[in-house]
């Protein structure tokens, strides 16, 4: 990394002509794609980037450049490059002064990591794709396609700004999915499974990666006998097996402060207001130990911190980063994340969740006379502006008189956030989370998402229509 009084000078350069914050982020990352598809390693990648970006802020707009060059001369011109686009002088002013408070500012994280990946050989990482295509195959002819991938990445940075703050962190990802395709005369149906977080190799003590693709595998076949599902409105328990994805897209982009400050949310200008019912409490939390979304502070420098969105139904804030702070005059809840040095930091989600509640899941199911149970839902969409979504449900089963019965397959959840998160009225004692890679503006950052098994007492169910 670069000496600390060089970014203090680069700092100053950049705020010579004036500005209201800037800050400097420096980037090194190692990782490791290894993928295993159809009987052969399709994909074997390690490999490694470093790079450095300074952005300026004033009068509420935002300039940035950055570089993997790390030469004096190509970091005096991206110092250049901001402060020029900010301003038309063509000479340096006086300069502010800006210190640095050369103390680390870390927060404290539980987060432990036991074994890290990069002291991991190459061939033990691919033992564990093939015992994942291994047990995945296990299932017979039924199984036409077996997609396996391990990843694992290190990433260190540190973040000075003007505000005086310096903070390092270092982030360790391992991640293993298993997408299986399997079909049965003309039905094709897919199974997915992932694990991973911010853990080391020590994730497969845990959960072997035959174990993920295994659970995949079994999925898939599974549904080829699945019963088409029915269609309606109908009463919906989304078990906490599913993980979070609902919450994530129904209501977790719309309390990101830049979608709400430019009018693009449901949720815009209702501070305070009930936007839930009063069981449900939505937290965002980055401080939560070894979860995928978890840090030590943001990518701006701001110590990772549990954030209260929904308190009992009322919206109690928005996610920010520094520069939507600045606009709203309030502080940063630390959630500036970029996908990397080249990208600016904006308002993201870490660990997301709906808090659990009193009841047993069992008193949750019990309760429903004609429903539907989910315990895995797929992929959605979701219009942050009027609220509405629909997604796929991976694996669903009919519940009849408080008792689940039949597997189905071809459900869809069709809703509005807002209806839907009134319209919750038994919220259970367990919390479970699933992970992915959360898109928005062209960058991609790791995420954590949970929901605790909860009722819904009533939403369109998309199926089969009897005829």
């Known amino acids: 990394m670069i000496a600390d009084a060089l970014m203090e000078r680069l700092l100053k350069r950049a705020l010579s002509d004036g500005g209201d914050y800037a800050d400097i982020f420096i980037e090194q990352r190692k990782g490791t794609v290894i993928q295993f598809e159809d009987g052969r390693i399709e994909k074997a990648v390690s490999g490694s980037i470093a790079g450095i970006g300074i952005r300026l802020i004033r009068d509420r707009k935002t300039a940035y450049a950055y570089s993997n060059d790390f030469s004096d001369v190509t970091l005096d011109e991206i110092a250049d490059t901001v402060r020029i686009a900010m301003s038309p002088a063509t000479s340096f002013g006086t300069g502010r002064d800006v210190t640095i408070d050369l103390r680390r500012r870390y927060h404290e994280m539980r987060s432990v990591i036991n074994l890290f990946p990069e002291t991991v050989p190459i061939p033990a990482k691919i033992a564990l794709v093939r015992e994942g295509n291994e047990a995945a195959r296990k299932f017979g002819d039924a199984i036409k396609q077996v997609n396996v991938v391990y990843r694992d990445s290190v990433q260190r940075v540190k973040i000075f700004s003007s505000d005086g703050f310096m903070c390092e962190d270092e982030r360790v990802y391992t991640t293993a999915l298993a997408h299986v395709i399997a079909s049965k005369g003309d039905c094709i149906q897919t199974g997915y499974e992932t694990e991973g977080g911010c853990v080391g190799f020590e994730l497969f003590e845990k959960r072997p990666f035959s174990d993920i693709a295994y659970k995949a595998a079994e999925r898939a076949v599974r549904m080829l006998n699945a019963r088409r599902a029915p269609g309606g409105r109908m009463a919906v328990v989304i078990s906490s097996e599913a993980g979070g994805t609902m919450i994530h897209e129904a209501i977790g982009h719309g309390l990101e402060a830049d979608l709400a400050q430019r009018g693009l949310s449901i949720y815009s200008g209702k501070l305070g207001q009930q936007i839930a019912s009063t069981a449900i409490t939505v937290i965002d939390d980055a401080t939560l130990p070894n979860k995928r979304g978890s840090f030590s502070c943001d990518?701006?420098?701001?110590?990772?911190?549990?954030?209260?969105?929904?308190?009992?139904?009322?919206?109690?804030?928005?996610?920010?980063?520094?520069?939507?702070?600045?606009?709203?005059?309030?502080?940063?809840?630390?959630?500036?994340?970029?996908?990397?040095?080249?990208?600016?930091?904006?308002?993201?989600?870490?660990?997301?969740?709906?808090?659990?509640?009193?009841?047993?899941?069992?008193?949750?199911?019990?309760?429903?006379?004609?429903?539907?149970?989910?315990?895995?839902?797929?992929?959605?969409?979701?219009?942050?502006?009027?609220?509405?979504?629909?997604?796929?449900?991976?694996?669903?089963?009919?519940?009849?008189?408080?008792?689940?019965?039949?597997?189905?397959?071809?459900?869809?959840?069709?809703g509005n956030g807002p209806q839907v998160l009134n319209s919750i009225d038994m919220v259970g004692s367990d919390l479970g989370f699933s992970i992915g890679t959360c898109g928005k503006d062209a960058q991609g950052v790791p995420v954590a998402d949970a929901m605790p098994t909860l009722r819904i007492k009533e939403i369109v169910v998309g199926g089969e229509v009897p005829s």
């Open 299 to 414: 990518d701006e420098g701001t110590p990772s911190r549990r954030n209260v969105l929904v308190e009992g139904g009322i919206l109690a804030g928005y996610m920010y980063d520094k520069y939507t702070a600045l606009i709203d005059g309030v502080e940063s809840t630390g959630n500036g994340r970029r996908e990397s040095y080249a990208s600016k930091p904006i308002p993201r989600m870490s660990n997301t969740f709906i808090a659990p509640g009193p009841v047993s899941p069992d008193e949750v199911i019990g309760s429903i006379v004609h429903g539907l149970l989910i315990k895995k839902m797929g992929g959605g969409q979701v219009n942050t502006v009027t609220g509405d979504f629909v997604f796929d449900v991976q694996e669903g089963y009919l519940i009849e008189n408080g008792q689940v019965g039949d597997l189905v397959r071809g459900a869809t959840l069709v």
